[in-house]
C-alpha cells in the first residue's frame, strides 16, 4: 500500500507540468485577451538626447495557436523640447507635451516552456504629439506661419514597428513584458533617433474567440 502511494505521488508530479501546459493551451488557444501596460518611452529630439517618459495603456489580443492580433493605445506623459529648422541653418524652439500612440500588429508565438510563451511581432502604430507650442518671438507673421504649419505637418507620423516580448499565464490572467522598436522619422517632431517602449502589465483572457 505504501509502494502504491509513492507511486501514485511519483506519478502525479510527473504529469504536473504537461497538466499545466495542457491548461496553458486550453487558456491561450483562441483567446480574447484584455489587458493594461505601464512602462517607459525613450526618445530624443533635436534638443534633447534619452529622454524618458512614464506610459499607460490598454490593450486587445486575439490568439489562435501560434498567432495572434494586437490592438493598443497608449499614452507618454512628458514636456521637453524639440527644434524645427529655420531659413539660417538654427532651429525655432518648439516645447512639446506628451505622445498618444495606437498600435496594430501581428504577432507570431513560435514556442511554449510550460505556461511561458515568448513572442514577436511587426505592425504599425500612429503616433500624435498631444501639444506642440513655440516658444519663439516671430519677426513677421509669415515667420509665425511658417512654424505653424511646420508644427502641424510634424506632429503626427505613422511608423513601422517592431516588437519582442514574453507572456507567462496563471489560469486566465497573463503577465507580460514587451519591448517595442519605432524607427526614426525625420519629418516627425520626435526625430533624432528610433523610440523605444519599454512595457509590462497583465492581460485578462476574456473567454473564447470562437464558438465551440
Known amino acids: 500500500m505504501r509502494t502504491f502511494r509513492w507511486l501514485a505521488a511519483a506519478c502525479a508530479v510527473a504529469m504536473l507540468p504537461a497538466a499545466t501546459a495542457a491548461q496553458s493551451v486550453r487558456g491561450f488557444n483562441d483567446s480574447w485577451f484584455w489587458g493594461a501596460k505601464a512602462g517607459i518611452a525613450s526618445f530624443s529630439t533635436s534638443q534633447v538626447k534619452n529622454a524618458t517618459a512614464p506610459l499607460v495603456g490598454g490593450e486587445w489580443l486575439i490568439t489562435r495557436t501560434r498567432f495572434g492580433l494586437y490592438l493598443a493605445g497608449d499614452q507618454s506623459f512628458f514636456t521637453e523640447m524639440t527644434g524645427i529648422e529655420d531659413f539660417t541653418g538654427g532651429e525655432y524652439d518648439i516645447e512639446i507635451k506628451n505622445l498618444r500612440r495606437f498600435t496594430a500588429a501581428g504577432l507570431f508565438f513560435p514556442k511554449t516552456f510550460n505556461s511561458i510563451r515568448p513572442y514577436a511581432g511587426i505592425g504599425l502604430s500612429v503616433n500624435w504629439i498631444g501639444d506642440a507650442v513655440p516658444t519663439e518671438n516671430f519677426q513677421s507673421s509669415l515667420e509665425a506661419a511658417f512654424v505653424e504649419n511646420e508644427i502641424d505637418d510634424r506632429r503626427d507620423r505613422a511608423s513601422f514597428i517592431v516588437m519582442l516580448g514574453v507572456q507567462g499565464q496563471v489560469g486566465r490572467v497573463a503577465p507580460f513584458g514587451q519591448v ?22 497583465i492581460r485578462i483572457n476574456a473567454g473564447p474567440s470562437r464558438e465551440r
Do not use: C, K, W
Open 180 to 201: 517595442t522598436m519605432q524607427p526614426s522619422h525625420t519629418g516627425f517632431l520626435l526625430n533624432d533617433r528610433a523610440v523605444y517602449f519599454l512595457e509590462g502589465g
